[in-house]
Nanobody
């Protein structure tokens, strides 16, 4: 089983940037799909981005041109750079991890992940 811990959240002004990190332990991180989800108050948890262990990436349309996800398997960590932040990006951001057999596998549904972090708050002020 893979344990994940998020870090890097905070308060930023509109148009600012943040870098979130997802550090993993246990399991074989180099064979794990990692996804980011977010949940704003009163809403459901939504998919943001995912990266396969073969480093294919997939983004939600709302963040595709502003967020970038990448991984460092040597350090068991996945980063996500958040640029041009908007008030609607305000949410708790969760990292999730799931082993996969194939290098190109990407999971975009939260039900496909069994290992979750506690979340990190991102607040974008206008």
């Amino acid at each position: 089983q893979v344990q994940v811990v998020e870090s890097g959240g905070g308060l930023v002004q509109v148009g600012g940037s943040l870098r979130l990190s997802c550090a993993a332990s246990g399991g074989t991180f180099s064979r794990v799909v990692v996804g980011w989800f977010r949940q704003a108050p009163g809403t459901e948890r939504d998919f943001v981005a995912a990266i396969s262990w073969g480093e294919q990436t997939y983004y939600a349309m709302s963040v595709k041109t502003r967020f970038t996800i990448w991984r460092d398997n040597a350090k068991n960590i996945v980063h996500m750079q958040l640029n041009s932040l908007k008030p609607e990006d305000t949410a708790v951001y969760y990292c999730a991890a799931e082993p996969s057999t194939f290098s190109h596998t990407l999971y975009v549904n939260e039900n496909q992940y069994t290992n979750w972090g506690q979340g990190t708050q991102v607040t974008v002020s206008s």
